[in-house]
């Protein structure tokens, strides 16, 4: 009797647990590569053409303020681990093993996990993969066993295994195909997927929808990186579409952003300026993200938040969705899931940045400390204060004009603030790499 009462109780317990897991929303975090907030519609491009995602921002949650760091390694290493770079950074291409991932953490909160796109973090003796971040499932590019070609007979690792490809292959097909596919097979468990797309870095070339300009009103790399943004936006659709097939849209909060600034490069239009693209620079071009959040019946849609968001809020934020453990060691984000919901959140009043830039002129102003390249800085929405003392407004966008100590209350009260932000956090990098120069 008491055996059989044991079993009951076992088989209940079970039942409750399954329940609860399938009432668990599903995550999709999408990070676009070099792609600026003014490259999209709902954020007042009419170059460019992002339909899925300015519907998207219409339904759900678009932030005016979200920073990410000026260039990939440093974005994507603090986007997973919730950590600012003077704490983990490395060098470029490596995220240390070390450190405890969005990955990990939903794998242990029993998600099923998957990451598909561009990895680049295997480098130096400290880089780490996919399955010790927590991915049980990956299809990745810039992998070791992979070659440089992304878009056009692309060279991936799937679970493993180098993929056969042909000219025919467009690589951000099959990486979205792939996340489709992963999403059936986990439609009734709780799932969280990473893609750190490809699109849309360069090489810039066309895209299976690509058509001929015969009028070549604009030149041919500027042509090609509107349509692979366009391109984009269309996988975004497909995995929308993707959920709504399986009965999972309103199950799945969907996360977009991008990791840094649009190529430099590249000259576009946007209202009556024309903007160069500002990546691997520390100015508001290089780390000026979209964040786009949406979950049909959860986020009410149509909000629109001035709050700061740091790269480093995405765990924490990830947790809060899901209802995850956080990671045992110091983090430096907070959730923004309130603010989706509509409620006021603990809101950020600085973002606190870190970069030893790969890209040397970037640090021409304001390098210091390690080979003089270290540039650390906070802000907020209104004003940017470089751990040298220079401070810029924010609509400064090229930093041409430092402001001057004086008597505007605003201004110095800004000023106070972001210093007692600088003097808040750690006055060296932890595990920095220096290049030898």
């Not at 468990?189 to 001929?212: E, G, R």
């Not at 401070?391 to 100590?405: G, V």
């Amino acid at each position: 009797m008491k055996t059989s009462v044991l079993y009951i109780i076992f088989y209940v317990f079970i039942l409750v647990s399954i329940c609860f897991s399938n009432d668990r929303l599903n995550v999709i975090l999408i990070m676009a590569d070099d792609s600026a907030a003014d490259n999209y519609g709902c954020y007042g491009s009419k170059f460019f053409s992002t339909p899925r995602l300015d519907a998207l921002a219409r339904t759900g949650a678009k932030f005016n303020h979200c920073y990410s760091e000026p260039v990939c390694t440093s974005s994507r290493v603090k986007i997973m681990t919730g950590r600012d770079g003077i704490r983990n950074y490395v060098q470029f291409g490596t995220l240390d093993k070390d450190e405890v991932t969005f990955g990990n953490m939903m794998k242990n909160a029993n998600y099923e996990t998957a990451i598909a796109g561009k990895w680049q973090l295997h480098g130096g003796l400290r880089g780490t993969l996919a399955p010790a971040c927590g991915f049980d499932n990956y299809c990745l590019w810039n992998y070791p066993g992979t070659s440089r070609s992304r878009f056009w007979n692309p060279s991936f690792i799937r679970d493993g295994k180098l993929m056969e490809t042909t000219e025919k292959d467009y690589g951000p097909d099959i990486l979205t195909d792939y996340l489709i596919e992963f999403i059936g097979k986990n439609r009734s468990k709780p799932f969280f997927a990473y893609y750190p797309m490809l699109l849309v870095h360069s090489p810039f070339l066309k895209t299976p929808d690509s058509k001929v300009d015969t009028k070549k009103s604009i030149s041919n790399g500027l042509a090609n990186f509107r349509d692979m943004t366009a391109y984009a936006d269309k996988c975004v659709g497909r995995i929308v579409d993707a959920l709504g097939k399986y009965g999972l849209r309103d199950k799945t909060v969907i996360i977009y952003t991008t990791d840094n600034g649009t190529s430099r490069s590249l000259t576009y239009p946007y209202g009556q300026e024309k903007r160069t693209g500002e990546k691997a620079y520390a100015t508001d071009g290089g780390t000026h993200a979209p964040l786009i959040i949406n979950c049909p019946g959860t986020i009410p849609a149509g909000i629109v938040s001035d709050d700061l968001v740091d790269f480093s809020d995405f765990l924490p934020t990830i947790a809060d969705i899901t209802d995850a453990n956080l990671p045992e060691v110091k983090l430096d984000g907070r959730s923004f899931w309130p603010q989706c919901l509509g409620k006021r959140g603990n809101s950020r009043e600085f973002i606190f940045q870190y970069y030893y830039p790969k890209f040397k002129p970037a640090a021409e102003k304001h390098g210091q400390g390690v080979n003089g390249l270290e540039i650390v800085w906070a802000q907020n929405q209104r004003h940017k204060l470089y751990r040298d003392g220079t401070l810029y407004a924010l609509n400064d966008r090229q930093e041409k004009s430092p402001i001057k100590q004086g008597n505007q209350n605003q201004v110095e009260l800004d000023r106070k603030l972001l210093q007692n932000a600088l003097d808040s956090m750690p006055q060296k990098a932890a595990k920095l790499s220096p290049v030898k120069r």
